[in-house]
């Protein structure tokens, strides 16, 4: 059953086999219009000085778990590849009706004029993917050049050189332009590097632009002050203050301190006093003594000399919390309570002691 097929995925070889005339290019994941079954497809490339008529290679196909889905040898008959050839592409190393993952590829035996070479001998080397330019660059690139595989940056390596295609050329391949998109290296190193500069111009007047209408926009600054004029307009002011401080007078002030004004002067409270404590003391030792906290009436304290206050010393009147001799009712009756209070205790706890000894020997 005939049916065609449409490219699902492509991904190019990470590394080159380093002085080996075959090169593993790209693995490519084609779908079936009909039966829906996946397709794999590889492509090589001869990189020699000889014709290569036929290789044997060794792949493994995983599915998205891991799983080997298949592991076989695949053998490339009656090739007419000519140095700078790719090929491969067209045929299918595997046809699986479940989804690929992934691809591996090892290189077995190439025949160089019927000559066979062991590839295996030969020692992988790493690359590093170019990067991809920006799409408007890419699609003014491609413009230009009439070339529309033309997706990432070219650029050179130890070991060859990228097109701007994606393609590696070994240093082993010798050659100017790319086998794979027809592009000349230096056309489109030559052209991508126009685009660029024109790129850069027009950021650079874009800026000035965005400059021009910041500035209109952005206030007026300040005029500089000169600093001379500064401090000569500074030295102005402290000359000028110091001429108001010579004609100053001592009789233009608020206020002035006399010190004669605040002489310490007689309290009259303080003279009243000391009239009536004529030792310094406001009572005497004795009398602290002897006298109970009491209060006296103000006005019998105004005496007008010594004589009448000894005189009047013995008629103290009672104010309102002077104390009492006289005894009441209540300090009788709280006399008697303590007089009595210790013997009728002590008759009433021998009571207790005795029925309490009574009730334990004789009742129980």
Known sequence: MDQNFSLMAQSRANYYTAGSPVQFVRVELLKGDVTGEVAVCL???????????????????????????????FYYEQLDAQPGDVFGSDDAVYVSDTPVSSVEVEQDRAFLNGRGVDLRAYKRVRLQMPRVLPASIAK????????????????????????????FHPNEENCTSCSECGGDRAGIK?????????????????????????????????????????????????????????????GDATATYDPKGYAPQEDAEMERVRRYAPKGRLFEDEDDEDEGT??????????????????????????????????SEDDIMAERIIHWAPPITAIVCALIIAVSLVYHFVIA
């Open 190 to 250: 030559a052209t991508l590097t126009s685009i660029l500069e024109e790129a850069r111009r027009a950021a650079e007047r874009q800026q000035q632009e965005i400059s021009a209408v910041a500035d209109n926009v952005a206030p007026q600054r300040a005029p500089a002050s000169n600093p001379a004029a500064t401090a000569a307009a500074a030295q102005a002011a402290i000359n000028h203050q110091a001429e108001e401080v010579d004609d100053y007078d001592e």
């Open 294 to 327: 009491q209060m006296y009436d103000t006005d019998e304290l105004d005496y007008d000399d010594d004589d009448d206050y000894d005189d009047r010393q013995s008629g103290k009147r009672r104010g309102r919390y002077a104390d009492d001799d006289e005894a």
């Open 140 to 167: 003014t690139l491609q413009q230009r050049t009439g070339n529309g595989q033309l997706t990432c940056v070219p650029q050179d390596t130890e070991y060859g050189w990228f097109c701007a295609c994606g393609a």
């Open 43 to 73: 492509t090589f490339k001869n990189v020699g000085t000889e014709p290569l008529t036929g290789l044997v290679i060794h792949f493994k196909c995983k599915d998205a778990a891991g799983q080997v889905l298949c592991e076989d040898d």
